[in-house]
Every structure is written in C-alpha cells, then in structure tokens.
Nanobody, 126 residues
Framework: VQLVESGGGLVQAGGSLTLSCAVS????????FGWFRQAPGKEREGIAV????????IYSDSVKGRFTISRDTSEHTTSLEMNSLKYEGTAVYYC????????????????????WGQGTLVTVSS
C-alpha cells in the first residue's frame, strides 16, 4: 500500500494551495481518507476526513470553512484544497487511509488509521 502526498510548498498567508494524495495497493472504495498535519513542536492534528461510502466529511474547527477535502475514485486520489491559509498552517501534511472509515470526531483524532503517507511540507509566510 502506498499513499504519496504532493503539492506542498511555500505560500503567503491568505493564499491557496491544493494538496493531493495518490493511493495505490488497496481497494479505493473500501477506505475513508483523512488529512492530518503536524506543526513544529506540536502534536499531530486531524483536519479533514471523508468517508468511504457516502462522501460525508468532517473538519476541525481550525480549518472549517477554508479547507475542502475530496476524493476521486477514478484517479484513486484524495485532495485537500486549502484557502485563506494562515501562518499557523505551517506544518507537514499527511494523508491517511482507514478501512471503511467514517467522517466523525473519532476519525479526526487520528486513532486507528490503517495507512499513512510520508507527508508534504507546507510553509506559510507571514
């Protein structure tokens, strides 16, 4: 199983960036997907989850209204569109896969996820 993130980079505060995660080695439709981030010196934070069967979503309060998670079954990718980025959004962003994953608070906690990518760095300049 491989999850490979891409799209990270340097962006000014207030700007936008879209991350993508290419998924292989599993039955895509059986998995929910999530995006997490870890800022320097801080714990990992769950920010967005999309379920496997109905595409329902949940977001952390820190990104709600600014970020959008999506999944493309034909391309086997999940994406995170990030708008109005804030300086505190500087972090390594990870995608993860959860078998029959649901979009709920438990999923945002980051527990019980089956597979993780290596991460992509997003740096937001002030």
């Amino acid at each position: 199983v491989q999850l490979v993130e891409s799209g990270g980079g340097l962006v000014q505060a207030g700007g936008s960036l879209t991350l993508s995660c290419a998924v292989s080695g599993l039955t895509f439709g059986d998995y929910g997907f999530g995006w997490f981030r870890q800022a320097p010196g801080k714990e990992r934070e769950g920010i967005a989850v999309i379920s496997n069967y109905d595409g329902s979503t949940i977001y952390s309060d820190s990104v709600k209204g600014r970020f959008t998670i999506s999944r493309d079954t034909s391309e086997h990718t999940t994406s995170l569109e990030m708008n109005s980025l804030k300086y505190e959004g500087t972090a390594v962003y990870y995608c993860a896969a959860d078998y029959w994953g649901q979009a709920n608070a438990r999923a945002l906690s980051g527990m019980y996820w089956d597979y993780w990518g290596q991460g992509t760095l997003v740096t937001v300049s002030s």
